[in-house]
């Protein structure tokens, strides 16, 4: 085996510092038809290494997103005496491992490549106390930055899943000190969440809800704050699990903080719950009565999927399959409920009345864009809005979220929310806010250069209590 005379050692070493450079230019200066010596290769991975390095290492450089305003809403300044104030940011990143191309044709960034210096970029600028992030993979290329930017976090997913939730926080300002993974195929819809009788699903969907309690840093223990994401159910037409899940959510969300004995400590739950303002989970979550029009929405998605009852496949015709559910949406263009026979008694669903029930006894949540953009609108912004765009009835709650967070070739909708619970004596405001994106911005859709590298856009506000 051949290796580098002495006099080229200085020769590859050089070329190592003009990028690009192969092992082919490599050999091309030496013997052509030799292999690389263990120490030419131990070069070649120090270089590598140390590319990788000065690539994490390098500073921002200069915007390539367009800029998104940030409107503050606290003009007088009476929050200034507020005992916690915090900025979140949620967002639903696209996990690589779910991009199809037929799914975004318009996308001018598909690649990793492309849309990675979008998201880190778009996250790092907000620079937002706690991240709630939905479809996170690639870990090895997401870290990194946020350590380098403060932050520590705790990730979950489901099972077999290849991306999860993450929630990070700026480590020099909060502490960790509690964390749950609540997995909602295996949830009771029973008062007693211990109670296992009475699972109640209609579909096996392998979605999970992440939750953490942080400590404010030099509180003394006694300041903090409960923080929860998750990524509901994706299937449109399943409305009775994504009700369910989300129940289960707020519920367990409230249990968590009373086993801390922290009552007294704000809960925020924030993600991708895949509904809008119209559907009936949003307007149970919030505290609106259930129109007619919406119960009737809950009756057809009342039943029971194949992943729960194999034996339904014995009756029916063979339908596409992805080889995991994550691929469902890719194959199931029309967004119809298929593999699924209709819900029995002793398949333990709710039914309606006991859904409205179940969420009577459920804290109500607020959202932080919902009263921001109203506050906004107050003082004079001009920002679309769902209602603006949708017309739901007079009086509905929901109306003032943004006018879309979702935005593609084949769905515009809005589907990413934070809401939150106020402790029981004090009720929190919104003081800042991240202006949404115009349609203007959006078209023909995201991902997009220069807009957002996924096909969600970021939330983020500042909440005080």
Known sequence: ????????????????????????????????????????????????????????????????????????????????????????????????????RELFPTSDCLKAGQREPMIHEEIIRQDAQILCLQEVDRLEKLLPKFEKAGYTYCYASGPRKKHGCLIAYKKDLYSCVSERVVFYDDQSVDGDAEDKTRIGNSFKTRNIASLVALTRNGGGGEEGLIIGTTHLFWHPRYTYERIRQLGIMIREVTAFREKLSAAHWPCVLAGDFNFTPSDPAYSLAVGDDLLPEQEQIIHPSRVVHSSLDPSVLLNLPATPKGTDEDDAEAVDPDRVITNARPAK??????????????????PRLRSAYSDGIAAARGHGYDLPTFGIRAQPPIGRRGSEEPEYTSYTYYWKSVLDYIFFIDPPTISGSITGLLAPLTTAELDPGIPKLGVSGSDHTVLAAELNW
Not at 3 to 12: A, I, Q, R, T
Request: hydrophobic share 40%; net charge positive.
């Open 1 to 100: 085996m051949s290796s580098l005379p002495v006099g080229s050692v200085v020769s590859f070493v050089h070329q190592l510092s003009k990028p690009p450079w192969t092992v082919k230019t490599l050999m091309d200066s030496s013997h052509k038809n030799s292999r690389p010596s263990p120490e030419q290769i131990a070069l070649i991975q120090k270089a590598r290494l140390e590319k990788r390095r000065k690539a994490v290492e390098a500073p921002i450089p200069p915007t390539i997103l367009v800029l998104r305003p940030w409107l503050t809403l606290d003009r007088d300044g009476s929050s200034r005496n507020a005992s916690h104030r915090v900025k979140i940011l949620s967002w639903n990143l696209l996990a690589q491992c779910l991009i199809r």
């Open 345 to 362: 008694p002793e398949d333990g669903l709710l039914t309606v009345p006991e859904i409205v029930a179940w969420f009577r006894q459920l």
